[in-house]
């Protein structure tokens, strides 16, 4: 943007037969706000200037002529036709800089202001201005050529502004020329510059004393000849310091210049100058910092107008339009509109079974809420994203208390943030929905409820023979024929003959390794019958409850059942 601003209109206008909303930026100088106010979105009301050709409005008129009765006509025929022929020509303010720089011929044009007011149903006055008379005896006729309502249900006004840099005293804000422009200027001098030291130095000037200058040629192999003992001919030096130093003060003012654009150039050392310039990792971390401020600043900006604009071209849309539409929809908006239809939020017989949609635009349509995703126009670096959800699945998986913490659903926005990130096509068909993950929470619950039953009885199959012995004695079952009561011994490793008739030290190392893993692994078996005990105790102690819950509830229900037979006037005897 030239400007720290720049205005966007919202039309409704007919692209080939098709009417809908549009976009147009009109120049800078033909938008005027209200006096005093420093924003478009302080003014209570603004003008917009335009400039038309008398084709133009005899066009106008045409189109105008053909409309049907039913149609809602806007346009002043009459005042048309009367004001076609009154042209003018653009003073200095209104021309561009591009009609003052090629002096483009401005006169012949039709100019007519539309004056646009805040409120639902305001009106909307677009007029034509002659001036008559000269001096004390000027005088302004306007004439009204177009009334129209707002129809925005909002009542916002058609145009806004996009911000780049906001003043609080300039209301078109502050542009990024203004920023670098002396900057740019300042290196564009030192080039100048440097040219013309570079054209001293292949080209200089040469002193000469006591030979004709006229017969003199300054030229390659020239043998100068002079009867003067005196006389010389030498060129003149020149100081090379500007040009050896040009490099390194081109850079410090580009890095300077980058610097005020918030770039992310890293390419410029700090030895020229300028210490937010650098290339150690410190200083590649400081200088994407800077970035993501400048960046979120700017970014910001955007996401306001865009919501702005898209608000207001939506809602226009749907107020503008008359009669009934067939839409065809895409498959994606069918089901989400089939998702809200099961939700109870929409009407599931304006949907057909071939994705069509028939809107009514005459009924009332309510004011439409426009917002933007943050996230979808910040500037993301997939790579360092990927990288970081490594490491959060990484840690999430070598933790066993985070296994127990993090539930299940936010483990699976972890798996659609990788989905996200990642440069595939149709990333959509590996994320996981909301009813995909109800579905999968419900599978993982069902899972966690089998019989406890069912898990002694896989653990004791697992068990050696002599462990299920030991079960059996300590529980008062009958030990089957044949079973081992013992864990067998460490097998005895057999001596090798030496000459000296002794074992070798790693065969004792040997045998002494495989006897403790031996007692390793009784020890770990008899943890595990323990734990079966203990949960065997547990089912023990849950269907004790359970039976002393049924007998206390048979007996109430007894001692109800003989209340309710007891004759009136008995006192009922009991403990209590």
């Known amino acids: 943007m030239t400007f720290g601003s720049c205005p966007t209109y919202v039309p409704f206008v007919n692209h080939y037969g098709y009417f809908c909303t549009d976009l147009t930026l009109p120049y800078w100088g033909d938008v005027f706000l209200q006096p005093g106010k420093l924003s478009d979105a302080d003014s209570n009301y603004l003008f917009l200037r335009s400039w038309w050709q008398t084709k133009d409005i005899e066009a106008l008129i045409d189109s105008q002529s053909k409309l049907g009765k039913d149609v809602e006509k806007t346009w002043d025929v009459e005042?048309?036709?009367?004001?076609?022929?009154?042209?003018?020509?653009?003073?200095?303010?209104?021309?561009?800089?591009?009609?003052?720089?090629?002096?483009?011929?401005?006169?012949?044009?039709?100019?007519?202001?539309?004056?646009?007011?805040?409120?639902?149903g305001a009106k909307f006055y677009t007029f034509h201005v002659q001036s008559t008379g000269t001096g004390s005896d000027k005088k302004h006729v306007g004439t009204i050529v177009r009334t129209k309502s707002n129809k925005d249900p909002r009542g916002e006004l058609p145009i806004s502004f996009a911000y780049g840099d906001t003043d609080g005293s300039n209301p078109l804000g502050r542009s990024v020329v203004e920023l670098v422009g002396g900057m740019q200027n300042l290196m564009d001098a030192e080039t100048q510059m440097y040219q013309y030291n570079r054209a001293l130095q292949l080209n200089p000037p040469v002193h000469i004393f006591g030979i004709n200058v006229n017969k003199f040629k300054y030229a390659p192999n020239t043998v100068v000849k002079s009867t003067n003992p005196d006389a010389f001919v030498k060129p003149v030096e020149i100081?090379?310091?500007?040009?050896?130093?040009?490099?390194?003060?081109?850079?410090?003012?580009?890095?300077?210049?980058?610097?005020?654009?918030?770039?992310?150039?890293?390419?410029?050392?700090?030895?020229?100058?300028?210490?937010?310039?650098?290339?150690?990792?410190?200083?590649?971390?400081?200088?994407?910092?800077?970035?993501?401020?400048?960046?979120?600043?700017?970014?910001?900006?955007?996401?306001?107008?865009?919501?702005?604009?898209?608000?207001?071209?939506?809602?226009?849309?749907?107020?503008?339009?008359?009669?009934?539409?067939?839409?065809?929809?895409?498959?994606?908006?069918?089901?989400?509109?089939?998702?809200?239809?099961?939700?109870?939020?929409?009407?599931?017989?304006?949907?057909?079974?071939?994705?069509?949609?028939?809107?009514?635009?005459?009924?009332?349509?309510?004011?439409?809420?426009?917002?933007?995703?943050?996230?979808?126009?910040?500037?993301?670096?997939?790579?360092?994203?990927?990288?970081?959800?490594?490491?959060?699945?990484?840690?999430?998986?070598?933790?066993?208390?985070?296994?127990?913490?993090?539930?299940?659903?936010?483990?699976?926005?972890?798996?659609?943030?990788?989905?996200?990130?990642?440069?595939?096509?149709?990333?959509?068909?590996?994320?996981?929905?909301?009813?995909?993950?109800?579905?999968?929470?419900?599978?993982?619950?069902?899972?966690?409820?089998?019989?406890?039953?069912?898990?002694?009885?896989?653990?004791?199959?697992?068990?050696?023979?002599?462990?299920?012995?030991?079960?059996?004695?300590?529980?008062?079952?009958?030990?089957?024929?044949?079973?081992?009561?013992?864990?067998?011994?460490?097998?005895?490793?057999?001596?090798?003959?030496?000459?000296?008739?002794?074992?070798?030290?790693?065969?004792?190392?040997?045998?002494?390794?495989?006897?403790?893993?031996?007692g390793i692994d009784s020890a770990k078996i008899e943890m595990e019958m323990r734990k079966m005990d203990l949960e065997d105790h547990k089912m023990m102690m849950e269907m004790q409850n359970q039976s002393h819950t049924q007998t206390m509830s048979e007996k109430q229900h007894q001692l109800a059942v003989k209340q309710a037979n007891k004759p009136k006037g008995v006192k009922a005897s009991g403990t209590r």
């Open 79 to 120: 005042a048309l036709r009367a004001v076609k022929e009154i042209a003018t020509t653009k003073d200095e303010k209104a021309k561009t800089p591009a009609e003052k720089e090629k002096n483009i011929n401005t006169e012949g044009g039709v100019e007519l202001i539309t004056g646009f007011q805040r409120g639902v």
């Open 239 to 518: 100081d090379t310091t500007a040009l050896t130093n040009f490099p390194a003060n081109y850079q410090l003012m580009q890095s300077q210049l980058l610097t005020l654009l918030a770039s992310p150039n890293s390419n410029i050392s700090a030895e020229v100058g300028n210490i937010t310039q650098s290339k150690t990792p410190q200083g590649v971390e400081q200088n994407k910092a800077n970035l993501n401020i400048d960046d979120n600043h700017y970014r910001k900006q955007f996401e306001t107008w865009f919501e702005r604009w898209s608000e207001t071209a939506i809602n226009l849309y749907f107020a503008e339009r008359t009669g009934v539409e067939e839409l065809q929809l895409d498959k994606k908006t069918a089901q989400e509109l089939t998702k809200l239809a099961q939700e109870g939020k929409f009407n599931p017989e304006l949907l057909s079974d071939d994705n069509k949609i028939r809107i009514d635009y005459d009924s009332a349509t309510p004011a439409l809420k426009f917002e933007v995703d943050a996230s979808t126009s910040k500037m993301q670096d997939e790579a360092e994203q990927l990288q970081a959800l490594t490491l959060m699945e990484e840690f999430l998986r070598k933790s066993p208390i985070l296994q127990k913490i993090v539930p299940p659903s936010k483990q699976v926005e972890l798996w659609n943030a990788f989905v996200r990130n990642t440069k595939i096509e149709d990333p959509e068909k590996l994320a996981l929905d909301e009813k995909e993950i109800q579905e999968s929470m419900s599978s993982l619950q069902g899972n966690e409820g089998d019989d406890i039953q069912d898990r002694v009885t896989a653990k004791f199959e697992t068990l050696p023979d002599w462990a299920k012995a030991q079960w059996y004695k300590n529980h008062n079952f009958e030990v089957p024929e044949g079973v081992p009561m013992s864990a067998p011994l460490p097998e005895k490793t057999e001596s090798v003959s030496q000459p000296d008739n002794q074992m070798k030290p790693e065969h004792i190392l040997k045998a002494d390794d495989q006897a403790h893993k031996q």
